[in-house]
């Protein structure tokens, strides 16, 4: 028995030795590949240059959902298409918030949260009060808010070492904050931007209102500090609010689809993607277009390498992740009526920076198999591959059951840049980039050869 | 025996994760502190806007010593002093090196390696020869070679992960070529920049002369492909090179050391630093101002901490690390001469990106210790220490026996920049500047607490 087991865990062993060693030398053809590569920078340069502001509904949404079927189309893929869907939008064309000096006003750089109401023309003009905090907000009541406009000033917690987490601290002030404002009768709400750096972008997102919806913008750091330094010197300081927006009630949008078919199981589909949209403010280099020209460039890698997926490897392009989800939404509903057998899905919108690990939101039998990959990811950069969420628009497939997973990058400089115009080309490390590339390609690979 | 054993394992047990809770919290203050803290990123911004360029023996090398001495003196380190040595210096104050055309001349970019010799007012003028490599020019011989400029073109290899890999793959051009040139009778050399980018920047660095010496200029990634393109055109190109440099036989320099005073070993020396020279034609931000900055910065931590430092923490700021090293062996010869009794020494010049690890030059028990260390530090980004090179400037201390350490970060952006103006204080980030001073402080604390 015991001679038998040690047969058997020898033959193992020259077996997987020799697997690994296979499954190596790809991963080593992949990596070759797309370090000389620059066809996904490129193609994140047309997005950032050519479609910035791309938000749902906005004509450059579709300028950039017609660049990359374009390209899909170029590269050869199976099959490119639109997956059209009905939802509500929401358009912002400018945002101007002024303090009221007696003689002067004093502009802040300000971006409108998304939805927010359009103000008239004339703008809303009232009391501003300053808080730290939804709580701070409550504890105050109606009677100290009503008819002001409330300016939530808490900075971010930079003490925390993943930025994600240093986003977290403050974000309920953008989210919950102007819901809450609203309801206690303020007029207008102006958000601290939630930001890791101290500089003059405003940094845009949406914000959760219940029934009533009142104007809202986030304003940059240093104008918040400006801002603030006013209040103290003035307890009456009066500002001006003027956002000119629209609620656009159903317009028609798209997911782009884009697949390579698999030989074994090409009824089956191994998702990769990104959101195409970005906030109106910004290029959307990492939040994010490079998600989207690396899932777009793992098919390019099947195909130039010949990979011979089992499984049809399909890239997504999500509409609306920053809104109302509803790219993703529309996607999930979609499955389910076609009856989409969607074997696992991956998605890159944590940032393009140097790769880090992938988070794995799927049973524990398939999250072991997942992370056994990691010895062979971790030349490249791939440190863990731990349990964890996986994207926005990949999540309403959760409850089909498709495994997910998500594909993680070095965070630290991730909310110096998020929704704002900082986030531009020039901030894309190429090798970055395409180092991710590489591990979304080779994990995907393992993953299809290997199955679950 | 057996019930001893798993007692006296019991007990290690209790008392190494009582330990280790205590080193977490002193951990956590480091970085707490750290992260909110800009006062390594505000020195690093004056050594990059006010001593740009700062070579050996430069006045902008001096400038940045006497800042950082003041900023050494307002801290209130226990003991902040130049030590002086002598050594030969080298000053480049202009390279031009054009293609010259019958009707035009087409400059390129271009900075002379170091120390290249000056050319007359008028230059070289001379037909071009482009090889790939040192073998290509020995297979063509002294007679193809002499009385031409050799034009060293072979680019990076840029499938390899670590850039520190990419730049040894082409370094034997600029680091040997000039030499061999000369030997081989050619009047100057160009080399085509060791760096990741494809762009405008000439990257500089040191060359080895023998015997004979030739003027010789690194040109622009963008610029070799240019000459490249010409010489293709036309096999009878010729080049002017005109560099305006001198040898210096012997200045006065300086390293710059501050002590924080250990309370039960103040003799022993645990060594941190990074080197305050730059290259002529570089804010030097990440090479090397950042390793200063950062160095500087656990003198602070330990002191605003008060950690109690058992041995004395030494920062030195290096002198001379790009030219002729003079100062880290200035260092090690003034430590034997005056019996210093260097415990450790950890040098950061590897870039200020985000953390990866540090490498360990030192026997297998005191490498065992640090690397014991490694878990406390995970949190904060150090994914491996391992055995490895630790510095150019302390590398000098192990022939008499010191520990050395390297600070590792993230390279993957590090060749882009690297010995050249795009090596700029904008391409800092605090937060990944700051990990690291956080990093550096807490291995230092550890060995220092419990030695070796």
């Known amino acids: 028995m015991r001679i038998l087991f040690t047969l058997i865990a020898f033959l193992f062993?020259?077996?997987?030795?020799?697997?690994?060693?296979?499954?190596?030398?790809?991963?080593r053809q992949i990596f070759d590949n797309v370090l000389e590569s620059d066809v996904a920078y490129n193609n994140l340069a047309?997005?950032?240059?050519?479609?910035?502001?791309?938000?749902?509904?906005?004509?450059?949404?579709i300028a950039a959902i017609d660049y990359m079927k374009s390209y899909f189309e170029t590269l050869?893929?199976?099959?490119?298409?639109?997956?059209?869907?009905k939802t509500p939008a929401w358009k912002c064309r400018s945002t101007a918030v002024s303090i009221i000096k007696k003689d002067?006003?004093?502009?802040?750089?300000?971006?409108?949260?998304?939805?927010?109401p359009a103000t008239t023309d004339e703008g809303i003009i009232a009391n501003v009060i300053e808080v730290q905090g939804l709580e701070e907000l409550k504890k105050l009541g109606e009677e100290a808010v009503s008819g002001k406009i409330v300016f939530y000033?808490?900075?971010?917690?930079?003490?925390?070492?993943?930025?994600?987490?240093?986003?977290?601290?403050?974000?309920?002030?953008?989210?919950?904050?102007?819901?809450?404002a609203a309801e206690l009768g303020a007029v207008g709400v102006l958000v601290r931007s939630v930001s890791t750096?101290?500089?003059?972008?405003?940094?845009?997102?949406?914000?959760?209102?219940e029934e009533k919806k009142i104007p809202c913008a986030a304003i940059s750091t240093v104008d918040a500090d400006i801002l603030s330094q006013h209040i103290k010197e003035n307890k009456d300081l009066?500002?001006?609010i003027r956002i000119d927006a629209e609620d656009l009630p159903e317009i028609t949008s798209y997911n782009l689809i884009a697949d390579i078919k698999g030989s074994e199981f090409p009824e089956e589909y191994i998702v990769v993607g990104g959101h195409i949209d970005a906030w109106f403010n910004s290029p959307g280099a990492h939040d994010d277009g490079i998600g989207c020209v690396q899932s777009a460039d793992v098919l390019r890698i099947f195909k130039e390498l010949g990979l011979k997926n089992k499984r049809t490897i399909r890239a997504i392009m999500f509409m609306d992740e920053e809104?109302?989800?509803?790219?993703?939404?529309?996607?999930?509903?979609?499955?389910?009526?076609?009856?989409?057998?969607?074997?696992i899905a991956l998605e890159a919108d944590a940032g393009g920076f140097t790769p880090e690990g992938f988070t794995v939101d799927a049973s524990d039998s398939i999250y072991s198999i997942i992370s056994g990959f990691k010895g062979l990811l971790e030349p490249y950069g791939i440190h863990y591959i731990k349990k964890g969420g996986s994207g926005v628009d990949i999540n309403p497939l959760k409850k089909s059951g498709v495994p997910l997973m998500g594909y993680r990058t070095d965070s630290q400089r991730y909310m110096d840049i998020h929704h704002s115009a900082w986030d531009s080309f020039d901030k894309v490390s190429i090798r970055e980039l395409q180092l991710g590339s590489g591990c979304m390609a080779g994990i995907l690979f393992l993953v299809d050869k290997y199955g679950y």
Chains 1, 2 share one sequence.
């Open 76 to 85: 050869g893929a199976d099959s490119v298409f639109l997956q059209e869907f």
């Open 238 to 240: 009066q500002l001006s």
């Open 153 to 180: 000033n808490r900075p971010v917690n930079r003490k925390l070492v993943n930025t994600f987490r240093v986003y977290g601290s403050a974000i309920d002030q953008r989210y919950y904050g102007p819901a809450l």
């Open 323 to 343: 809104l109302y989800q509803s790219g993703g939404n529309a996607y999930a509903q979609y499955s389910e009526i076609n009856n989409i057998k969607n074997y």
């Open 46 to 61: 047309y997005l950032c240059h050519e479609t910035p502001g791309r938000l749902l509904g906005s004509d450059e949404s």
């Open 197 to 209: 750096r101290t500089d003059t972008f405003p940094h845009t997102g949406s914000t959760q209102f």
């Open 13 to 27: 062993i020259i077996n997987s030795s020799f697997a690994q060693s296979e499954d190596e030398i790809t991963l």
């Open 104 to 116: 002067k006003k004093i502009r802040l750089r300000a971006d409108a949260l998304g939805p927010s």
